[in-house]
Protein backbone atom coordinates (compact mmCIF):
# COMPACT_ATOMS: atom_id res chain seq x y z
CA UNK A 1 0.00 0.00 0.00
CA UNK A 2 0.85 3.53 -0.80
CA UNK A 3 -0.33 6.24 1.19
CA UNK A 4 -0.13 9.92 -0.85
CA UNK A 5 -1.32 13.25 0.55
CA UNK A 6 -2.04 16.47 -1.32
CA UNK A 7 -1.31 20.24 -0.20
CA UNK A 8 -0.50 23.65 -1.15
CA UNK A 9 -4.25 24.06 -2.88
CA UNK A 10 -5.73 27.19 -2.34
CA UNK A 11 -7.58 30.24 -3.59
CA UNK A 12 -5.07 32.69 -6.19
CA UNK A 13 -5.76 35.74 -8.59
CA UNK A 14 -5.48 34.62 -12.22
CA UNK A 15 -1.11 35.05 -13.39
CA UNK A 16 -0.74 34.02 -9.61
CA UNK A 17 1.52 31.11 -8.86
CA UNK A 18 1.05 28.35 -6.20
CA UNK A 19 3.11 25.00 -5.25
CA UNK A 20 1.53 21.57 -4.64
CA UNK A 21 3.11 18.96 -2.69
CA UNK A 22 2.16 14.89 -2.67
CA UNK A 23 3.79 12.90 0.03
CA UNK A 24 3.75 9.82 -0.28
CA UNK A 25 4.27 7.23 2.50
CA UNK A 26 4.55 3.16 2.65
CA UNK A 27 5.60 1.22 -0.16
CA UNK A 28 7.00 4.13 -2.16
CA UNK A 29 9.13 1.75 -3.57
CA UNK A 30 6.62 -0.11 -5.02
CA UNK A 31 6.44 2.85 -7.81
CA UNK A 32 8.66 3.81 -10.79
CA UNK A 33 7.08 7.24 -11.41
CA UNK A 34 4.28 9.60 -10.02
CA UNK A 35 2.01 12.50 -11.84
CA UNK A 36 -0.11 15.04 -11.40
CA UNK A 37 -3.98 14.70 -12.26
CA UNK A 38 -7.02 17.41 -11.90
CA UNK A 39 -10.52 16.97 -12.36
CA UNK A 40 -13.27 20.52 -12.91
CA UNK A 41 -16.86 19.67 -12.06
CA UNK A 42 -18.53 17.93 -14.43
CA UNK A 43 -15.01 16.94 -16.56
CA UNK A 44 -12.96 13.94 -16.79
CA UNK A 45 -10.13 13.58 -15.16
CA UNK A 46 -7.62 15.21 -16.59
CA UNK A 47 -3.53 14.68 -16.85
CA UNK A 48 -1.05 17.50 -15.91
CA UNK A 49 2.01 16.37 -15.66
CA UNK A 50 3.99 13.37 -14.56
CA UNK A 51 8.18 12.30 -13.53
CA UNK A 52 10.47 9.19 -13.19
CA UNK A 53 10.96 8.21 -9.56
CA UNK A 54 14.62 7.74 -10.50
CA UNK A 55 16.20 9.78 -12.92
CA UNK A 56 14.39 10.38 -16.14
CA UNK A 57 12.38 13.04 -18.16
CA UNK A 58 9.17 14.40 -17.26
CA UNK A 59 5.97 14.87 -18.92
CA UNK A 60 3.64 17.43 -18.97
CA UNK A 61 -0.12 18.40 -20.83
CA UNK A 62 0.16 20.93 -24.30
CA UNK A 63 -2.11 22.52 -21.49
CA UNK A 64 0.26 23.78 -18.79
CA UNK A 65 3.98 23.43 -20.43
CA UNK A 66 6.07 26.18 -19.70
CA UNK A 67 3.76 27.01 -17.11
CA UNK A 68 3.75 24.11 -14.44
CA UNK A 69 7.07 22.40 -13.38
CA UNK A 70 6.81 19.11 -11.67
CA UNK A 71 9.81 17.85 -9.48
CA UNK A 72 10.32 15.55 -6.99
CA UNK A 73 12.35 15.09 -3.24
CA UNK A 74 13.04 11.23 -3.16
CA UNK A 75 14.78 11.82 0.29
CA UNK A 76 11.38 12.94 1.37
CA UNK A 77 9.13 10.45 -0.58
CA UNK A 78 7.73 13.85 -1.60
CA UNK A 79 7.10 15.33 -5.38
CA UNK A 80 5.33 18.81 -6.26
CA UNK A 81 4.39 21.22 -8.41
CA UNK A 82 4.81 24.04 -9.34
CA UNK A 83 2.13 26.18 -11.19
CA UNK A 84 3.04 29.58 -12.64
CA UNK A 85 0.60 31.82 -14.64
CA UNK A 86 -2.31 30.77 -13.07
CA UNK A 87 -5.39 30.74 -15.44
CA UNK A 88 -9.14 30.34 -14.28
CA UNK A 89 -9.16 27.53 -16.56
CA UNK A 90 -6.94 25.48 -14.17
CA UNK A 91 -9.28 25.71 -11.54
CA UNK A 92 -9.79 21.68 -10.58
CA UNK A 93 -8.92 19.47 -7.71
CA UNK A 94 -5.84 18.40 -8.04
CA UNK A 95 -4.42 14.69 -7.59
CA UNK A 96 -0.78 12.63 -7.56
CA UNK A 97 -1.27 9.41 -8.02
CA UNK A 98 1.51 6.27 -9.05
CA UNK A 99 2.16 5.05 -11.62
CA UNK A 100 4.60 1.58 -12.38
CA UNK A 101 3.47 1.07 -16.55
CA UNK A 102 1.82 1.86 -19.10
CA UNK A 103 0.78 5.75 -20.71
CA UNK A 104 1.75 8.52 -18.67
CA UNK A 105 -1.69 10.49 -19.42
CA UNK A 106 -4.10 7.30 -18.28
CA UNK A 107 -4.96 7.47 -15.29
CA UNK A 108 -6.21 3.84 -15.35
CA UNK A 109 -2.59 3.09 -14.95
CA UNK A 110 -2.20 5.17 -12.09
CA UNK A 111 -2.69 2.97 -8.62
CA UNK A 112 -2.74 4.61 -6.31
CA UNK A 113 -4.30 8.14 -5.69
CA UNK A 114 -4.16 10.84 -3.08
CA UNK A 115 -7.51 12.68 -1.48
CA UNK A 116 -6.96 15.80 -3.52
CA UNK A 117 -6.64 19.55 -3.10
CA UNK A 118 -8.45 22.44 -4.64
CA UNK A 119 -7.15 24.82 -6.47
CA UNK A 120 -9.26 27.83 -7.52
CA UNK A 121 -8.12 30.48 -9.89
CA UNK A 122 -10.27 34.12 -10.01
CA UNK A 123 -10.09 36.26 -12.97
Known amino acids: QVQLVESGGGLVQAGGSLRLSCAAS????????MGWFRQAPGKDREFVAA????????YYADSVKGRFTISRDNAKNSMYLQMNNLKPEDTAVYYC????????????????WGQGTQVTVSS
Open 97 to 112: ATRNDGSYTDPANYDY
Open 51 to 58: IRWSVGPT
Open 26 to 33: GRTFSFTS
